[in-house]
């Protein structure tokens, strides 16, 4: 993992409205993916193999490309909307993605995401209507979307050479200024995603492995270096950083499979060499000889340093918050 804590790179999500092979809202965003600056990462995510959202679904193990979709989506900074506009509002893939990504209640993945909408038409219009449909979604699923430069690409059929490539020089100018402020505003949104959040991200699927018996993610991250310190939950600590990292893969392996937790970040920051976190980690695993479900919250603070160019865990606390 490469880190810099002064310009990092941001992954933005592009999602397409349309799953026709020759889609021109496809090489449109393709052409903005092409166009966009080393600092920001154009990740296309797939929306077509979706089942259509169902709560039933939902209560138990949902199913495997909801959580694909939805785990790739927390990997990203923010996301960009390319549509067509379908009977004057977006099309039902689309509005099923969204669907899929907001639920379960209080665990969208959209929540707080920056984002942008393009909207495309062989027609003069360049959909409008599926702009601005989209748009009004944002507002429930909190999502701060950039304002100006909108962008209503009509006649798209018209702008396109039969390789998808943009012919027009001014809409390849338009693209290029739109996804140049696209970044601006994400940065401007989101002045913390930083080196750290996307450290963060990656944190919370080390614990869900760790819940799940497997301490092999953990390992990649905990110091080597002294000073390290390690307060269980059982009430005792540790120090050294040898004796930590046993500590953790030894208790690593009273989890069975089918774990999962939370971390609620109540504070996170970083400067310079030293990053924090501190907050609830919820977790429900399968504990002992015979896996009995536990449930517990945590009360979690943990420490990093910068070093070899990746934050490594140095100090962790946790403390049972239910007693
Ligand atoms: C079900 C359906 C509804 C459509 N409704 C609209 C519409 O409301 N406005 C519009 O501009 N085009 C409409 N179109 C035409 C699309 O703009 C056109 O098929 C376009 O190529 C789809 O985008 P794509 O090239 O990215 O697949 C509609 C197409 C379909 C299949």
Redesign the pocket.
Request: a positive charge; glycine letters at 12%.
């Given at each position: 993992m490469t880190m810099t804590t002064e310009h990092p790179v941001l992954q933005l999500a592009v999602l397409?409205?349309?799953?026709?092979a020759?889609?021109?809202?496809?090489?449109?965003a393709k052409a903005l993916a092409a166009r966009a600056p080393d600092s920001l990462r154009c990740r296309f995510i797939e929306i077509g193999e979706l089942p259509l959202y169902n709560e039933d679904l939902d209560g138990g193990t949902p199913p495997a490309a909801w959580s694909a979709f939805r785990a790739a989506i927390r990997e990203c900074d923010a996301v960009l909307f390319?549509?067509?506009?379908?009977?004057?509002?977006i099309?039902g893939c689309l509005k099923n993605a969204l669907d899929v990504g907001s639920r379960p209640p209080g665990k969208s993945v959209f929540k707080g995401l920056p984002a942008g909408v393009v909207s495309?038409?062989?027609?003069k219009?360049?959909?409008f209507?599926?702009n601005q449909a989209l748009r009004q979604t944002f507002v429930f699923l909190d999502m701060p979307v950039m304002q100006q430069p909108e962008a209503y690409i009509?006649n798209?059929?018209e702008l396109l050479d039969d390789n998808g490539a943009v012919k027009n020089v001014d809409t390849a100018a338009f693209l290029e200024d739109f996804i140049e402020a696209l970044e601006k505003w994400i940065r401007t949104v989101r002045p913390g995603s930083s080196a750290f959040d996307a450290f963060m991200k990656q944190r919370e699927k080390i614990a869900e492995d760790y819940v799940n018996g497997n301490a092999t993610s953990l390992k990649a991250i905990v110091t080597h270096s002294e000073p390290a310190t390690f307060f269980s939950p059982r009430g005792d600590h540790l120090e050294g950083a040898d004796v930590v990292a046993g500590r953790y893969e030894r208790d690593a392996a009273s989890f069975h499979q089918g774990g999962s937790t939370d971390l609620e970040v109540l504070q996170a920051s970083a400067s310079g060499e030293l990053a924090f976190w501190t907050g609830l980690q919820h977790a429900k695993a399968r504990i002992g000889k015979n896996g009995q479900p536990a449930e517990m919250t945590l009360r979690v603070t943990e420490v990093f340093r910068l070093e070899d160019g990746g934050f490594k865990l140095v100090h962790r606390h946790a403390d049972p918050a239910n007693g």
């Open positions: 397409v409205g349309s799953l026709r020759q889609s021109y809202s496809r090489k449109i390319v549509t067509p506009e379908y009977n004057r509002s099309p495309v038409s062989p027609s219009i360049g959909a209507g599926s009509g798209a059929a």
